[in-house]
Structures are given as structure tokens and as C-alpha cells.
């Protein structure tokens, strides 16, 4: 067992604070969720590869339409609120991209969570809320690596947020005007399951 694993989380943060406390940890993934900072589990190689294909799928998809935006993947952080702060498993966001020694991405208009059994309760009500709180954030996008589907959500121009589940063919997202072929994301050697 890893010996962060042993330590008391800290409780009662604001995002500042998180952040500041988050840099200075030599191992694990954190999000900050009421204020409680909350770790997140090791990842399996099927949630990994998943996170890759669609990190890639996006970024493919930016430049091939050259727009003005950029793709992180896995680590900078996402502030919903003043103690809730999330780090989504790919972003894409418009230019300029911040410092390199940001923790935070301020302007995200993509997020994607990769789906696994320990989040999924918490990326599909938890996080669809926060995300949606960013005034930004254009579409919230649940992998489910296992099913072979998308959860798209996204905000429509009056405000609601409309939802589709996409399992074959592409997924345009718009803003910023990319399209993501599935089969990038899931590769014909995956069967999905039903």
C-alpha cells in the first residue's frame, strides 16, 4: 500500500488552498469535491488506453480543422465552484493555453470523464452539475469504454442542457467545430458489450 494512502485527507479547502496543497503531494490524482479532497483510484490499462484514444481523437480533430484551441489531457484542474474542483481525463479549451506552470485550466468548453465502477455515480450527477457551472463548457462528454458509447451532454443556446448517447459513427461538437469518428475512439479490435 502507498503511503499517501495511510495519510488524512484535508478537509474544508477552498480551491486555492487545494491547489497549494495538491502541488506539494509526491503521488495520486485529487479532486476537490465540498471542500473534502478526495483521491482518485489507480487506473486499469482498458480506462487508460480509453483516455488516450479519445485525447488523441480530439486532438486530431483541433488540427486537422486548424482552430484556435488546445487539448490537455489528465492532470490540470477544472474550478467549478470556491470548494469544488475537478481534473476531467481530457479538455479542450480555446487559446492561449495558460502558463506551463498552471495547475488550472480556466476556460474549458470540452470536458471528458472516462467512465470507471468507482466514478461513475459521482461523473454522472455530481460532475454533470459542477461542469455545467462553468460558464465556458460547451459539451461534458461520459467514455464508457466497456459499452462503447459516448454520453454527450451539451449546452443548448438557451441554456438547457440537451443529452444523447452515441455508439457508432461521429460525434460533432460545436463549439468548436470538430468531429470525433468513433471508431478512433473505440477501435474495431474492441467489442463492446451489451
Known amino acids: 500500500m502507498l503511503g499517501s494512502m495511510n495519510v488524512a485527507l484535508p478537509r474544508s479547502l477552498n480551491v486555492d488552498q487545494f491547489l497549494a ?62 470548494r469544488v474542483a475537478f481534473v476531467p481525463d481530457a479538455i479542450v479549451a480555446a487559446l492561449p493555453e495558460p502558463a506551463r506552470d498552471s495547475l488550472e485550466i ?52 438557451d441554456g438547457a442542457l440537451q443529452t444523447r448517447v452515441v455508439s457508432e459513427g461521429e460525434l460533432m461538437l460545436n463549439p468548436p467545430g470538430v468531429v470525433i469518428p468513433l471508431n478512433r475512439v473505440f477501435p474495431t479490435d474492441h467489442a463492446p458489450t451489451a
Open 106 to 157: 480556466a476556460n474549458p468548453v470540452i470536458v471528458v470523464e472516462v467512465l470507471s465502477p468507482s466514478t461513475a455515480r459521482v461523473d454522472a450527477t455530481i460532475k454533470l452539475r459542477g461542469y455545467f457551472d462553468v460558464a465556458t463548457v460547451q459539451h461534458y462528454l461520459i467514455v464508457d469504454s466497456e459499452a462503447g458509447t459516448i454520453v454527450h451532454h451539451r449546452r443548448t443556446d
Open 21 to 82: 496543497w495538491a502541488v506539494q503531494q509526491e503521488e495520486g490524482k485529487y479532486e476537490l469535491i465540498d471542500g473534502v479532497v478526495v483521491m482518485q483510484q489507480s487506473q486499469q490499462w482498458g480506462h487508460a488506453k480509453t483516455k488516450l484514444a479519445i485525447t488523441m481523437a480530439l486532438y486530431e480533430a483541433v488540427r486537422k480543422e486548424q482552430l484556435p484551441f488546445y487539448v490537455a489531457v489528465d492532470g490540470p484542474t477544472v474550478r467549478v465552484a470556491e
